[in-house]
């Protein structure tokens, strides 16, 4: 059975930091693309982040880029997602996936059959 726990959310304000983890269990992950997405009230989930099996691509939204970082330890089956210069607007409800696609499709939702249950993410002005 496959489980992405994702770790790392809370309270923040404008101009700060967060790091949010999401650890992989019952799948090769190794061999697994993983995205970030993000849900916030009354809003479709849109995509955030994403990074290749191997962490040798990645790729992200226009909003984030610039202040977002995925990254992966293979070993630790831990993808993460590093937030900075946080805005109000990134208040959401954060998700991991996990994809066997990879390229341009790791930015659609459809791709992914696997998800966690999600982390919220709250950005005080």
């Known amino acids: 059975q496959v489980q992405l726990v994702e770790s790392g959310g809370g309270l923040v304000q404008a101009g700060g930091s967060l790091r949010l983890s999401c650890a992989a269990s019952?799948?090769?992950?190794?061999?697994?693309?993983m995205g970030w997405f993000r849900q916030a009230p009354g809003k479709e989930r849109e995509f955030v982040a994403a990074?290749?099996?191997?962490?040798?691509?990645?790729t992200y939204a226009d909003s984030v880029k610039g202040r977002f970082t995925i990254s992966r330890d293979n070993a630790k089956k831990t993808v993460y997602l590093q937030m900075n210069s946080l805005k109000p607007e990134d208040t959401a409800v954060y998700y991991c996936?996990?994809?066997?696609?990879?390229?341009?499709?790791?930015?659609?939702?459809?791709?992914?059959?696997?998800w966690g249950q999600g982390t919220q993410v709250t950005v005080s002005s």
């Open positions: 996936a996990a994809s066997s696609s990879s390229g341009i499709f790791l930015k659609l939702k459809r791709f992914y059959p696997h």
């Open positions: 019952g799948l090769p992950f190794s061999t697994y693309a």
């Open positions: 990074i290749s099996s191997s962490g040798g691509f990645t």
